[in-house]
């Protein structure tokens, strides 16, 4: 029987991260607690999003419903790379630039080979290809283990999704 096999990978879904943001651009301009406070966010080229506020505590209010945008829309907020240094003020308003992370960093993946190594099944072969593991073994049940392992590790620091179930 052939092998069995399936790809760990990082991606994002750039549609519902645009809806999120429209959606989130639509709450800001609407609510009244962002009246004349000069708050807004906008996508910046394909990885970044730009928020825009007066006050250091609005701009963290508006990547708060952002956040809120892309939990509803099942977008992983493992995701986001925030800067911890918060909101910059430029000129007269706050800007808060948010990076979309995407890919399995090297670090990363050796992490997650060594989880499915020392915890998963010992039928279990797993290779890093660039951004992404392949993850091969005989028995689908095993296959399946891993999948669940991972899937119940909260520490790793990236989102993950398994494709190309063969």
Request: aromatic share 4%.
């Amino acid at each position: 029987m052939a092998d069995s096999s399936f790809d760990i990978v990082s991606k994002i879904d750039r549609q519902e991260v645009a809806n999120a943001i429209n959606s989130a651009g639509r709450e800001v301009s609407q609510r009244y607690d962002f009246k004349n406070v000069g708050a807004s966010i906008e996508a910046s080229g394909e990885d970044a999003v730009v928020i825009k506020a007066n006050t250091e505590e609005r701009a963290n209010a508006v990547l708060d419903v952002f956040q809120t945008w892309l939990v509803k829309r099942k977008v992983s907020l493992k995701h986001l790379d925030v800067p911890e240094r918060g909101p910059q003020l430029s000129g007269k308003e706050y800007r808060l630039e948010v990076r979309l992370k995407e890919g399995i960093s090297q670090e990363n993946a050796k992490k997650i080979n060594k989880i499915i190594r020392d915890e998963g099944p010992k039928s279990v072969k797993s290779q890093i290809q660039g951004d992404e593991l392949r993850v091969t073994s005989k028995s689908r049940d095993d296959l399946q283990a891993v999948q669940a392992l991972l899937k119940g590790k909260s520490d790793l620091d990236v989102a993950l999704t398994f494709t190309n179930y063969r």
